[in-house]
């Protein structure tokens, strides 16, 4: 009854996993045919086929380094950074201006994907929001989803998944004790001092965790990409879950998609597997 009682934890994920695993299977089962939408009495078995065609194709080790610069970019640089600075400023901010400034994070957090894309492409559009602030400055517009799509799309999925990084920012910044931060003062520490050998390694394992949640979920993101620019001008957006989506449902190929699917599911895995190691070794 008690190693009943220490694994019943573990149900509901058991439970969810038993619930998967069918879909599971078959997408693994498709990814070795060449089943398609139409246009096809019956699918056979290929094999590896899908897979080596993937690696060999150049618009899908595009989608791949668009992902990575997507990845890089908006999780790892942005939401991340921005969370970690947020949160620290707001703990010194005062009352009204938290309850405001989270108020608007968090807001654009908890949006519908694709009306945070539609509101984000009014921005960057040709005649959007960003170049009638720029015309007002006096400063020089361009057609941002054309000159640069993939660092717009950045942009938007930074501006709208901060949030999380703020509040896990926020919770691990509060269970600093005070009194080391106030030793470390009244020592002559300065700021950027504080900052760098204080607050970050007693933070670290909060910043391992939440750069993985964040990387994971950025790798996944679609509809935010797929309202604003569809992966376009031509494919310079076209992420890998963009990609996926094209061979599949637009041109059909779901044996093909859900290949592209599996090796998506492999980059994320690795990601985790070097991020939970980077966690092990701080224990």
Known sequence: MRRLLRWSPMAPATVL?????????????????????????????VGLANFRHALADPEFRTAALLTLVFTLVSAVLGQNTLGLALAGLLRRASRPVRAVTGAVVITAWVLPEIVAGFLLYTFFERRGTLNALLAWLHLPAQDWLFTLPILAVSFANV???????????????????????????????????????????????????????????????????????RGGPGNRSETLPVFMYDQAFVKSLIGYGTAVALLLLVVGALFSAVYLRLLREEV
């Open 17 to 45: 996993l038993l619930f998967l695993a069918g879909p599971i299977g078959y997408c693994g089962y498709l990814a070795f045919t060449d089943t398609q939408l139409t246009g096809q009495a019956s699918a056979s078995f």
């Open 159 to 229: 501006w709208r998944g901060t949030a999380f990084s703020m509040l896990v920012y926020s919770a691990a910044l509060a269970g600093i004790p005070q009194e080391v931060t106030e030793s470390a003062e009244v020592d002559g520490a300065g700021g950027l001092r504080r900052l760098w050998h204080i607050t970050l390694p007693m933070i670290r394992r909060s910043i391992g965790t939440n750069l993985m949640l964040n990387t994971l979920q950025t790798l996944s993101v679609f509809g935010l990409i797929w309202s604003i620019t």
